[in-house]
């Protein structure tokens, strides 16, 4: 699977709710980090934990992809209770599978409250 494939798949489990396809696009140590909530989540299951666990009927339209080689990044609408915020995503890849996922929003936000313990606060 080239990068703009498995960005699209990654969306597409994302959205089905397809938690143990969307577990297989990873790597064992993948690390997710949200720079502007200051999250940071290690390891595929906790990530898979940090989706699962997100409340709200959410959604991801996607808007764009644009991948090469070992990297991509996706650019799109999040919604949820009514809301819509633009979302970019940068992915890194290792070994056809996402390595590192990187999550930029319009602006900084304290996260909701999660039925989880596997998000580092930095």
């Not at 997710?32 to 009927?57: L, M």
């Amino acid at each position: 699977m080239n990068a703009h494939e498995l960005i699209e798949s990654f969306w597409r489990h994302a959205n089905a709710r397809q938690w143990d396809s969307f577990a297989t696009l990873f790597t064992e140590d993948v690390v997710y980090e949200a720079p502007q909530s200051r999250e940071r989540v290690r390891g595929v299951a906790d990530y898979v934990e940090f989706n699962r666990t997100w409340p709200g009927d959410w959604r991801a339209m996607v808007l764009r992809i644009v991948a090469e080689g070992s990297r991509g990044v996706s650019w799109i609408d999040f919604r949820v209770g009514g809301q819509v915020m633009p979302g970019i995503s940068f992915f890194d890849l290792r070994d056809g599978r996402i390595a590192h996922i990187t999550d930029w929003w319009p602006e900084p936000y304290e996260p909701p409250p999660r039925a989880t313990d596997r998000i580092e606060r930095y």
